[in-house]
DNA sequence: CATACAGCACAAAACGTTTTAGAAAAAGGT
DNA sequence: ACCTTTTTCTAAAACGTTTTGTGCTGTATG
């Protein structure tokens, strides 16, 4: 069909010459009808039209991005892929929802979604540097990923905030505070009375923002506060480990214990499985993020939903929004969802 | 540093033009100097390496890009992410861990992975036209978007064969024919006698395969075949619809049951609970495929890993290989790993 | 009848590289 | 001193677009 040379040269894709060849006027005025830019009669607008449908014409990404400054692709760095060795860090769950959100979003909006493991090495491809912005995924506190971004004044939008940059305000995430307190909530209402919090070790406003929360809300209910860190990677074992430590020592025995991560409260709950406590009954459990281990434990886990499927979304646009030259003020507030479940005693 | 305009216009990155005027050669030089191409003097070599290390530059993609037809970028296409409104397919675990391992080997060969969610749809990003080659995830029979990639000559390497295209060998993935015996050989080691299969009803080279491998292993072992097929997207409640109706009909009641997904096996397990059948002491359960669903369940449920790592990592190098003219010849088999549980009596 | 002004189309410049083809300089051979 | 070869470097073309500026119609305005 559109094989430029005569000879049997391989089929090489059709130039916006070729169009302009075959519809009898210039490159500019294929251009300008093709984007609508210039001042074309509607006679000729169409027949450019025509012409490049039948010859299957795409504009080459290269030379458009080249001309235009834009390339059309988001860059999305997250941490989770950093892990070495496995791709099957703890939130591969909340990482695939939020992935595949931030992707289908991209491409309703004409865009590329380009995953790029870890920015920081000195080995990133070539692209990486060419993408029209990023999204970085919850940033640790001065993230190195996200200084190097300012400082190369590539716009982008993180997924909470980055504890130590308060004037960076162009994230969208979940309002830590609040829904911490909304789970403590519920524990309480629950009858729970020594509350225990179970917390990552990375330093991001997720695990910053819920034991600052978790501390303001015991004192204002004069219960005793009693923090773990265990790091997220440690997963179901350094939950159990953890259980074990809270729930056999001499201190009085916490009646719930709230888990930042799924994984931590899966190896929670089988731990006290095994020191015979009864889930509710003995013991309740809630997780601060929703995942796999929480919803198929036995019994069902109770946990906050950050429904990265709206935050993947509200990133992909809010970064475009920058790009496009939009102002207005971050963040963007997400509510999540409460997923009452057996182990509070919910259905 | 690098700020171009004397004046206090926005910092542009640096160009070639830069970095030749400041080492005092020809933006030729550089060019060679940088990509190790000319015949430029060792010492000439070194004050452009210099210089260009000193102002942060980088070449632009998209100027390279334009110039060599090449992108730098790989597409990477998979079917879970066609899902609409929810990112949490069936594969989730599958996809996560084949992704990473992707973007990470494509990283390391200096390339980028962009997610295409669809191929076909018609506003697909202008980006999506421009990558190297794809990665198509489990391509259906006569898949429509191989179609289109392969009239488009874009180099294309698939995980798992179409099934509609026999002479089509650049996959990479597991011996489905070889993996599925393996599985029914381990039941059969554990006292089955009838065996169910409960396949997908996605046409492509996993299902259509497995099923081919079951009938005729039964056949062979005198075994009757009996088939269900239910959707993958029905997830663990068309795996409880199915065990329904294999455990409660008149036919003579299977004491074991092979799921292709994993979701599925979940599915039967909490049915054949809710019928009162101990498993593995009545039923015996396997999955051909590893998912959070079978590791997690209790009992924990024997399953083919695919090892989605492998054949991510397999997956990019093959493309790689095609891309740099490399034709030794398709597939690339890669062995699953059968994780055997406490479902089939095994540790 | 000149002037102005749409309306329409186009040539050429620009984006930042890599590559081609060749020039200048240095070195070697008689 | 002259030719040949090798080494080192460079100007200019090319990649495929978009954008800028300009020219050419013809019709309305004075």
């Not at 916006?16 to 609508?36: K, M, P, Q, Y």
């Not at 070539?126 to 993230?143: F, I, K, L, T, W």
């Not at 200084?147 to 130590?164: E, F």
């Not at 953890?242 to 729930?247: G, T, V």
Request: charged letters at 25%; a neutral charge.
């Amino acid at each position: 069909m559109f094989r430029m040379s005569e000879q049997g040269s391989p089929p090489s894709r059709p130039t916006i010459r070729d169009v302009a060849r075959e519809a009898g006027v210039s490159v500019t005025t294929v251009s300008h009808a093709l984007n609508g830019k210039g001042t074309a009669s509607e006679a000729t607008r169409q027949r450019v039209l025509a012409v490049a449908d039948r010859l299957a014409y795409r504009a080459h990404p290269m030379a458009r991005g080249l001309r235009q400054g834009r390339t059309g692709v988001l860059g999305l760095d997250m941490r989770p892929l950093d892990a070495i060795g496995s791709y099957l860090p703890e939130g591969v769950d909340y990482f695939m929802r939020f992935a595949g959100a931030a992707a289908v979003t991209a491409l309703d909006h004409g865009l590329g979604l380009m995953l790029v493991p870890d920015l920081t090495r000195s080995d990133i491809p070539q692209y990486a540097h060419g993408v029209d912005g990023y999204v970085v995924g919850d940033p640790v506190r001065d993230d190195p990923v996200l200084t190097r971004l300012i400082d190369a004044s590539v716009p982008v939008v993180t997924v909470g905030r980055d504890p130590g940059r308060p004037a960076f305000t162009d994230w969208v995430g979940p309002d830590d505070l609040y829904e911490t307190k909304r789970v403590l909530d519920l524990l309480r209402s629950r009858g729970a009375e020594r509350i225990a919090l179970l917390a990552g070790t990375d330093d991001n406003a997720w695990n910053v923002d819920s034991e600052k929360a978790y501390r303001s809300w015991a004192r204002r209910h004069g219960m005793p506060a009693r923090v773990l860190h265990i790091p997220e990677a440690a997963g179901e074992d350094g939950g159990a480990d953890a259980a074990r430590r809270l729930l056999k020592g001499r201190q009085p025995r916490p009646d719930a214990i709230y888990c930042q991560t799924g994984r931590h409260a899966a190896g929670v709950l089988a731990e006290a499985h095994r020191l015979d406590l009864s889930v509710p009954g003995d013991l309740l459990i809630a997780a601060g993020s929703d995942a796999q281990q929480t919803r198929h434990a036995t019994p069902a886990i109770t946990a906050l939903d950050l429904v990265p499927e709206e935050s993947g979304k509200a990133a992909v646009e809010l970064l475009i929004a920058r790009l496009a030259g939009d102002t207005r003020p971050g963040p963007i507030i997400l509510p999540a969802e409460l997923r009452t479940r057996a182990s509070t005693g919910d259905a």
